[in-house]
């Protein structure tokens, strides 16, 4: 069991990743079949009794199920440690958080990189063709192993906000309020364009190997490059201003090809260190299941369909990976069908690295929406730290 | 000489490139020297007696000296085709056009692809460090040649615009007009990360083998993924959904890496056409010169000094790879001097390419600026075609 042992900075705590295992073969969208599938997946809190008090929390591209917390022994905290704890967004002392990493990654589930059970070596490219629906499947299996009928809330920004859609799209009476943040109904064109240069620099590199890397080690070059081109597109013009304008490594321009800029060698690092956290084919498979993500015309609530779930629904202003035009149209999309729905869009310098970063106001407006769908009225001043 | 044969379509007609070298060295800004230099131009219509109609236009990253017209036998136009002919923007019938490759480049001016004398082989990387200034001291060793004192103006876009500012701060007693188009006094964190991440595209292919590829062939592959990054900040999001919107290459997904997507397709064809027509290390050396590119801070027109040289700067709303705050901060450095600035920003869906592409209102405006400055007045009516 996840351990809550409050520290000083309300943190979770001590947290450990577990596995769960489901029977059967999981049926995708593509037509083919997965099995065994395993999810790894951390929780934080406690299940009440009458389990109303659970929150699924969904991570984006790179992302794990370590979300809150530290290994035991390890300092890194998860990647929402600032939403996730006691007294936090998503208040520990209140409600019961799951976290599970995606299938396609290589953080625990089941991905290109786990061993095909029936060649005894890693699936590679034979891993079959993932969709965000399949993601999303795998983790309702999930919930129904923890014994949970209905969610009081399933949150989660980029990626992660496309899996809250598609849980409301796929099991609309199981998900009593969802926060979908920075994401979109559907991948433009633009976001299809960088994925599909991300594709092609890992494909690129030699040592990728049509994907069959695993005995040699990673793509790195190609990898590299990839996660460069990602990390521009997190970043707004003015936050790269900001952090790091033209000033230089050195004192003085190199006049040839060395890093000569901060930024530069910012890109590199982030580049290299990638390479060394996650799985090149995982990048292959997670990027193309969300070009295909496409829950417009309709498709998250069909015509002359009444669904209850509450909706909070989070933009940020410099984010133009995920630009507010796309979540307002899932406000669009929402009250054509008459879903109760909040839109805020926050003014931030962050682009869409904000949903990780721009902690406070994200944190007013995902508290007091929690309390009002937990207790259906706004509980206010007990939440000091 | 050029010829002007008039075509049905108003173009300049049969052209060719002429090659100019000139005696001695170039002393580079980084201290090096280059030596023999051979600049590749081409000029459309007549110089008149006083030589006071010269117009130099500048090319943008990957252009090439031929800005109007067609080679003998062949039916590609210029890369300003649209701007520059009879009755045009840049009117041949009045004006005697230059355009010259810069150095660095890679299509008949001194660049890394060139035959190093020294050596007897390509200059690969032994190529010395260039700057957006060493480009404008080559082309002023041109201006001179063809015996042109001041030029009634110097145009041109993105790195053309950057060659036009750093016309006017070498050279403000040389330029009557100036217009920078789509361009900016210097390149941002965020211009430089994506130049960066085009280089480490190159840089990660082992095919560029450290620059010396020229008798294996290009870096085809890294070079291909470069330039489909750069392809994506050419476009808006806007004109990318316009032209190719959620639209399959096919009438089902491929559930797999090939090209679902027509973006996909389309991103892919302009890599591999790409590299065919453009030297890997040109595209190093020029991305570097721009990234060093800063004529801010006072650089563009020192504290102290006038200059009467005119100003029209032309700026794209969906702009955002040189976005028209870039623009305005020209305006401003040269308001502060008591500059005669006309500042525009069209409203466009085409993002950077609209400098190529919006030609009706940048005509209007090119024309009657041209005019004013040519003629003391503006001339009307006699444009028709």
């Not at 976001?191 to 590199?205: H, K, T």
């Not at 829950?295 to 629904?313: N, V, Y």
């Not at 307002?328 to 904000?354: F, S, W």
Request: proline residues 4%.
């Amino acid at each position: 069991m996840t351990k809550t042992k409050k520290e000083k900075n309300n943190s979770v705590g001590v947290v450990e990743t577990k596995l769960f295992t489901f029977a059967g073969q999981l049926n995708l969208v593509s037509g083919e079949k997965l099995g065994p599938v395993t999810l790894a997946y951390e929780t934080y809190g406690s299940l009440n009794k009458d389990k109303s008090n659970a929150i699924l929390v969904l991570h984006a591209l790179s992302g794990d199920a370590h979300a809150a917390g530290i290994y035991n022994g390890q300092t890194d905290t998860g990647w929402w440690e600032d939403l996730i704890g006691p007294g936090k967004a998503f208040d520990t002392n209140r409600y019961f958080m799951i976290c599970s990493n995606v299938i396609g990654g290589c953080k625990g589930s089941t991905g290109p990189s786990s061993v095909n059970p029936a060649m005894g070596k890693p699936y590679a490219l034979d891993f079959p063709f993932i969709t965000v629906a399949d993601m999303v499947e795998a983790q309702r299996h999930l919930i129904d192993h923890l014994g949970i009928e209905k969610l009081l809330c399933v949150a989660g920004g980029s990626m992660g906000g496309m899996q809250v859609l598609q849980w409301v799209a796929s099991y609309p009476e199981r998900v009593k309020s969802a926060i979908p943040i920075a994401t979109t109904l559907k991948h433009s064109p633009q976001q299809i364009a960088f994925n599909e240069v991300i594709r092609q620099s890992i494909m690129a590199d030699p040592a990728w190997r049509e994907g069959n890397y695993y005995e040699y080690g990673q793509p790195e070059k190609g990898l590299s490059v990839a996660r460069m081109i990602g990390h521009i597109t997190f970043m707004s013009d003015q936050s790269m201003e900001e952090k790091f304008s033209r000033r230089l490594k050195s004192d003085h321009f190199s006049f040839g090809f060395d890093a000569d800029f901060e930024v530069e060698g910012y890109l590199r690092y982030r580049g290299a260190n990638f390479v060394k956290r996650f799985d090149a084919n995982s990048y292959l498979y997670i990027t193309k299941a969300i070009d295909y993500f496409d829950l417009s015309g309709g498709k998250l609530i069909p015509h002359g369909k009444t669904i209850d779930t509450r909706f909070l629904i989070i933009s940020f202003k410099s984010d133009w990976l995920y630009p507010p035009h796309q979540s307002q149209d899932i406000v669009r999309a929402l009250k054509r069908r008459h879903v109760d729905a909040t839109y805020c869009e926050l003014t931030t310098t962050y682009g869409h690295d904000a949903f990780l970063i721009e902690v406070e106001e994200q944190t007013t407006l995902i508290k007091h929406f929690l309390d009002k769908t937990f207790n259906g009225y706004l509980v206010t001043g007990h939440y000091g730290n």
